[in-house]
């Protein structure tokens, strides 16, 4: 067992959360990465194969992978090609690692970081006979159609198609139920439970703006006409609520000009404008709800005991202004309503109505796990972003613990991991607030040397929780005075799994942080004499630029549960 680590203190952790604490460094229950969004050629999957065995070596739990509805259904209506899939399969059972499929029901590209062009299924968009197909598509304050996902309001449409994937699916994988340790389901773009407010199908909306509201569409429109009634009663009530004289309902509308609403603080001072951003905030929750429920009733076979979960976004600019715009990014996104006490521990800082849908599903069977990204950031509370990332992480966190919900977190951006800030906030989230795993974007970030691989092992080292089972040592590998040419690495092989029994193909690749002498602390079985050597070969070509350490193996025994021991080669 290993030991765990004991915190007590009282300490500020940001400009605004205070916490007494008592916590276990090593909570995170999970530690996972995340897949390359698509591999399109073999030198692709080759490097993914190594990332993998480098990954199972490290600690790493499980592998996140998005499930493109767009890639799997794109021949059309019932026509499933799981081909790409049974590859991921595949290569993860050569590493033995886990999968956390993403069923992801929105386009790949368009979105920070994307390097891939997967649409929608092309045939949903006529699937409905009479419907308009841009009446599945969200229309923006701008006049713009998102094609990323299908608009939340046409979920009684597309909700059935989503089912019969996620069915197809469960009857795909049911004999891999064992190596998948959760289903995230996928509510918006980026996989995400938010509207496409700062996404490319509108101008000028991206960070650190407010974003552009999503709520102009025909079924948008009467949703919002039907809300109103329903809260008023009448168009009376409508006009009294809103001190206006509306002569018919066909003129409630959001606002027309959004820009002006929102500089105006007509979403803060108006009872008009407190209802808009209530509905459209009620509209994208009652959605997660709609998918989740939609989840459970199709995973309820071979998969009916795997946990699901959700990710929501840290969009952490215009936080800190204190004009009108304040906290407007998220509103657009749908996060958060404007009638609430925005700055109360008790609204969980505007995030309460969100943590309740999560806590709605403690009485489930099955629990439901939520993620929250920007764990590797700052504040940055000054012009133009007005950012609190870091404050946030916190608050979200700490409306979770509020109501019992497991918290799970990641990084927002790539670069977060390849910096000693990004990994010393993270490890501060971990230390301080209530999160339970960590899922780093994305697995070659962390397993090709430098800051994100050295860094992501400490984690695991001091941050992973001891479920009891593990039989792992760990040896601490160094191959020094190893110089090498552009696309060279070095790494270590042995004769055990972990070493890849003297394949050159499955050999582990060191840390090049202290070039040119190279590093890894590698996960072994406990008290087992180990054979290996270092040797160079090329990343992408195992069998090219090979050249061995020179002389017998290197010979070393591990040490107890959890024990770290040294041992060195040399060039």
């Not at 995230?184 to 199908?201: D, F, K, Q, V």
């Not at 608050?395 to 927002?412: F, L, M, S, T, Y």
Request: proline letters at 3%; glycine letters at 8%.
């Amino acid at each position: 067992m290993k030991m765990k680590k004991q915190i007590a203190l009282l300490t500020t952790l940001t400009s605004a959360c205070f916490y007494p604490l008592v916590l276990e460094a090593n909570q995170a229950k999970t530690v996972n990465v995340m897949a390359p969004l698509e591999m399109t050629n073999e030198a692709a999957w080759n490097t993914f194969q190594n990332q993998l065995y480098t990954a199972k070596n490290m600690g790493i739990d499980a592998v996140s992978v998005d499930v493109w509805w767009g890639k799997v259904e794109a021949a059309g209506d019932q026509n499933f090609d799981w081909t790409y899939y049974d590859k991921v399969v595949e290569k993860l059972e050569n590493a033995s690692m886990h999968w956390v499929p993403i069923i992801s029901m929105h386009q790949c590209g368009g979105n920070v970081g994307d390097d891939c062009n997967i649409p929608l299924p092309n045939w949903i968009w006529t699937a409905y006979g009479s419907v308009n197909q841009n009446d599945l598509k969200y229309l923006s304050e701008q006049g713009n159609y998102s094609q990323e996902t299908v608009s939340l309001w046409a979920d009684d449409l597309v909700l059935p198609q989503y089912q019969q994937f996620l069915e197809a699916f469960e009857a795909q994988y049911a004999s891999k139920a064992s190596m998948i340790d959760e289903v995230n389901i996928s509510m918006g773009p980026a996989g995400e439970l938010r509207y496409p407010s700062y996404n490319s199908h509108d101008t000028g909306t991206g960070y650190p703006t407010r974003g552009a509201f999503q709520a102009y569409g025909t079924r948008a429109v009467t949703d919002f006409q039907n809300w109103s009634m329903a809260r008023y009663q009448n168009l009376a009530g409508i006009n009294q609520a809103w001190s206006l004289s509306l002569t018919n309902i066909n003129q409630v509308v959001p606002p027309s000009n959004a820009e002006f609403f929102i500089n105006q603080g007509d979403q803060f001072n108006t009872q008009y404008g407190k209802d808009f951003i209530r509905w459209y905030h009620e509209s994208l929750v009652a959605h997660g709800k709609r998918m989740m429920d939609m989840a459970i009733s199709s995973l309820d076979g071979a998969l009916n005991n795997v946990e699901l979960g959700f990710k929501i976004p840290g969009i952490h600019w215009k936080m800190g202004i204190t004009d009108n715009t304040r906290r407007s990014a998220e509103m657009a996104a749908g996060l958060i309503p404007s009638d609430i006490d925005l700055t109360s521990r008790n609204t969980a800082h505007g995030y309460e109505t969100i943590l309740s849908l999560v806590e709605s599903y403690k009485a489930n069977p099955r629990s439901v796990i939520l993620h929250f990204t920007a764990l590797e950031m700052d504040n940055q509370n000054y012009a133009p972003q007005y950012s609190l990332a870091k404050d946030l992480v916190f608050w979200v966190a700490e409306g979770a613990a509020d109501k019992g919900v497991v918290i799970k977190g990641e990084n927002a951006l790539a670069g977060g991991v390849a910096t000693q800030t990004g990994w010393n906030n993270i490890e501060n989230a971990f230390r301080y607030a209530s999160y339970e795993g960590m899922t780093v974007l994305r697995i070659g970030d962390v397993t090709n040397g430098g800051t994100g691989q050295s860094r992501y092992s400490q984690f695991i080292t001091d941050f992973k929780a001891d479920t009891g089972t593990t039989d792992q040592a760990f040896i601490s590998f160094s191959c020094n005075n190893a110089s090498t040419y552009l696309g060279q690495s070095v790494y270590v092989v042995g004769d055990i799994a972990a070493l890849g029994n003297w394949q050159i193909s499955q050999a582990i690749k060191l840390d090049a942080a202290n070039y040119p002498n190279w590093q890894a602390s590698i996960s072994v079985p406990a008290n087992t004499q180990v054979q290996w050597k270092c040797v160079k070969r090329e990343e992408q070509d195992a069998s090219a630029g090979v050249e061995w350490q020179a002389g017998a193996n290197n010979q070393v025994t591990s040490g107890n549960l959890g024990q770290t021991v040294q041992s060195s080669g040399s060039f």
